[in-house]
C-alpha cells in the first residue's frame, strides 16, 4: 500500500533555533518528493520538488534532503521565524497514467516566540 | 501569474441547497484537480481534468458534480450535501496530468453544511 509517514507529528520550537522534519515513504512507482507548507485553512505551497537523482534543494531556509535508496526525506528549516508555524507536509508523486500525490499527515510546527 | 483562485473563500449550506465552488486559472495548466481535506486530515483527491475532460473520479458521490467549461475554470456542483461533507475544498492545477509536473493549490473554500 502507498504510504507517507512523517515525524513529529507536532513541534514546538523558539524563534531563530533550527529544525528537522522527517519523512519516510512507501510509494511506487515513484516520480518525485515535495514538500508543502500548509497554513491552517489555507491551500498547500509547494517549497521543494526533488527527482530520484536529486540529493538536496534548498529554498531560502528550507532545505530539503532525499535518500532514495532508503526512502527517506528530510526537511530542514534554519533561523525559524513566527510565520513559519504551519503544517509541513511531505507528499510524493506517482505516475499512474496520471499525477496521483501520496500525502502524508503533515508536521504541525509551531514557532514561539 | 501562478495563482489559483478559488470562489467562495466560505461557504454555508442547507442539505436542500445547491450551490457551485469555482476555480480558476490562467496558467496554461491542463489538468486541474479537486481535493477535500478534513481537519488535521491530508487531502483526500475527488476529481482530475486533463485537457477539459474528466479522466479521474475517485468513487466520489453524485452530490458532487464536477464542470470544466473550458481550460481554465473548473466547477464543483454541489447538491444535497450531508454535514459530513463539511471540508476544506482544494482545487489544484499542473501543466499536464503527469507526475512530473508540479500542483499549484488554491487557497481552498471552507464549505459548512447545516
Known amino acids: 500500500k502507498n504510504q507517507v509517514e512523517q515525524s513529529p507529528q507536532s513541534l514546538i520550537i523558539l524563534e531563530g533555533k533550527n529544525c528537522t522534519l522527517q519523512?519516510?515513504?512507501?510509494?511506487?512507482?515513484?516520480?518525485?518528493l515535495r514538500w508543502y507548507k500548509q497554513d491552517t485553512g489555507r491551500g498547500p505551497v509547494s517549497l521543494t520538488i526533488?527527482?530520484?537523482?536529486?540529493n538536496t534543494k534548498s529554498n531560502g531556509r528550507y532545505t530539503a534532503t532525499l535518500d532514495a535508496d532508503t526512502k527517506q526525506s528530510s526537511l530542514h528549516i534554519t533561523a525559524s521565524q513566527l510565520s513559519d508555524s504551519a503544517s509541513y507536509i511531505c507528499?510524493?508523486?506517482?505516475?499512474?497514467?496520471?499525477?496521483?500525490?501520496?500525502f502524508g499527515t503533515g508536521t504541525r510546527l509551531l514557532v514561539s516566540p | 501569474d501562478t495563482e489559483v483562485t478559488q470562489t467562495p473563500k466560505h461557504l454555508v449550506m442547507g442539505m436542500t441547497n445547491k450551490k457551485s465552488l469555482k476555480c480558476e486559472q490562467h496558467?496554461?495548466?491542463?489538468?486541474m484537480y479537486w481535493y477535500k481535506q478534513k481537519a488535521k486530515k491530508p487531502p483526500e483527491l475527488m476529481f482530475v481534468?486533463?485537457?477539459?475532460?474528466?479522466?479521474i473520479n475517485e468513487s466520489v458521490p453524485s452530490r458532487f458534480s464536477p464542470e470544466c467549461p473550458n481550460s481554465s475554470l473548473l466547477n464543483l456542483h454541489l447538491h444535497a450535501l450531508q454535514p459530513e461533507d463539511s471540508a476544506l475544498y482544494l482545487c489544484?492545477?499542473?501543466?499536464?496530468?503527469?507526475?512530473?509536473?508540479?500542483?499549484?493549490f488554491g487557497q481552498g473554500t471552507r464549505l459548512t453544511v447545516v
Open positions: 489544484a492545477s499542473s501543466h499536464a496530468p503527469t507526475a512530473n509536473t508540479e500542483a499549484f
Open positions: 519523512c519516510n515513504y512507501t510509494v511506487s512507482p515513484f516520480s518525485n
Open positions: 526533488m527527482t530520484f537523482s536529486e
Open positions: 507528499v510524493v508523486s506517482s505516475e499512474v497514467g496520471f499525477q496521483k500525490l501520496v
Open positions: 496558467m496554461g495548466h491542463r489538468a
Open positions: 481534468y486533463s485537457y477539459e475532460k474528466l479522466s
